[in-house]
C-alpha cells in the first residue's frame, strides 16, 4: 500500500506541482501502511475525524490541514477511494 500512494503521489506531483492531501484515519492510516512516515514532510493531512479534535495524527504529521468537520474543496488521495473530480489535469 506504501508503495501504490508513493507512487500516486509522486506521479500526480509531476503532472501538477503539487502533491496532494491525504484524506485518512490515524487508525486506517496504521492498519493499512505500518504507520509509515514517509508522507509527512509533503503531502498535507485532512484527517478523517467527527470531533472537536483532530486525535493522535498518524506518524510523519505534525499538524493536520483540515478535518472532517470542515469545508474544504481541494485534489485529495483518500484512503479507500481516488476522486480526480477536481483535478485540475
Not at 496532494?20 to 504507520?35: E, K
Request: glycine letters at 8%.
Amino acid at each position: 500500500m506504501v508503495n501504490w500512494i508513493h507512487d500516486f503521489s509522486n506521479t500526480y506531483h509531476s503532472r501538477v506541482g503539487r502533491y496532494p492531501v491525504i484524506y485518512t484515519t490515524t487508525d486506517w492510516w496504521t492498519t493499512c501502511t505500518g504507520n509509515d512516515s514517509g508522507f509527512g514532510t509533503t503531502n498535507p493531512l485532512w484527517i478523517a475525524r467527527w470531533a472537536s479534535t483532530p486525535g493522535t495524527l498518524p506518524a510523519g504529521w505534525s499538524y493536520y490541514t483540515s478535518g472532517s468537520t470542515e469545508s474544504l474543496v481541494v485534489p485529495f488521495l483518500e484512503a479507500w477511494t481516488i476522486s480526480t473530480a477536481t483535478w485540475p489535469i
